[in-house]
């Protein structure tokens, strides 16, 4: 579904250079891919260079696009982007917030369809009673939801989330992954989350990415393949029990930490 080729990338600060990736090489399944890692291991750099917000080395391929010489224009006709970092205030409502998300197809003037459009998505994420309440108002985990509803509302092909259930509790996180399984089947859509719960993405992920803390790629494939007491160990640090269910889904029970204290 989606391919990287030889991914190199560094971030300048202060006049050092720290390299991320160096000759990446990553593969992408069609359906819901959750990317996996310990932090610092280049997750949400890979998200930004795949939606084409770095400046990187490599190539990247969407099916028979290539990202990599496509204009941003162009690219976000069909894809949708949800960063991690949140917006703190904002005077509009949550309705202009989510309506926004329609751009850049909202025309002059809003149309049946573009109000339909938002009004269902937030009914489908249970906060259809928040559409004219001003988005500063909220909490952090609704402030959340609207972003996740702007991500959604364009019915793009790709969407790419940086760690969509921070902020929300377990309900939420539980009816996210369960609408965005809905979404795939139903759109046939493809999706790249970033999550650090294991259990969670283990649960609801077609596809696993692991990256190691020097941003190589560990293993990938289906949960019961990659999800073993000795990847946890050696990419995570932390000794841990995998059992699993009876649809053959892994359990993680950590513990305890390999690291120096």
Do not use: W
Request: hydrophobic letters at 40%.
């Amino acid at each position: 579904m989606l391919k990287v080729r030889d991914l190199s990338f560094a971030y300048k600060k202060r006049g050092k250079s720290h390299q991320v990736f160096k000759n990446l090489n990553v593969e992408f399944k069609e359906g819901l891919n959750v990317i996996l890692g310990p932090n610092g291991a280049g997750k949400s750099t890979l998200i930004k260079s795949i939606f084409g917000l770095l400046k990187y080395e490599g190539e990247i391929f969407y099916k028979d696009k290539s990202l990599t010489t496509m204009k941003m224009e162009d690219k976000i006709k069909f894809m949708s982007y949800l960063p991690q970092m949140d917006l703190d205030t904002s005077t509009l409502t949550v309705f202009e917030m989510v309506m926004l998300g329609r751009l850049p197809d909202l025309g002059y003037k809003m149309s049946d369809e573009d109000i339909d459009l938002v009004m269902n998505i937030l009914d489908t994420l249970n906060i259809k009673y928040l559409a004219f309440r001003n988005f500063g108002e909220l909490s952090g985990g609704q402030k959340k939801l609207v972003f996740i509803a702007q991500t959604l509302v364009r019915t793009p092909k790709l969407i790419l989330m940086d760690e969509p259930v921070n902020s929300l509790d377990l309900q939420k996180q539980l009816e996210l992954c369960q609408l965005l399984e809905k979404v795939k089947e139903k759109e046939k859509v493809d999706i790249i989350l970033i999550l650090h719960d294991i259990n969670l993405a283990c649960r609801y992920a077609d596809h696993l990415i692991i990256i190691d803390e020097n941003g190589l790629p560990f293993s990938s494939g289906e949960s019961r393949n990659v999800i073993t007491e000795e990847m946890l160990e050696r990419v995570y640090g932390v000794k841990a029990e995998v059992n699993y269910d009876k649809k053959g889904i892994p359990l993680v029970s950590p513990l305890c930490s390999v690291r120096a204290v």
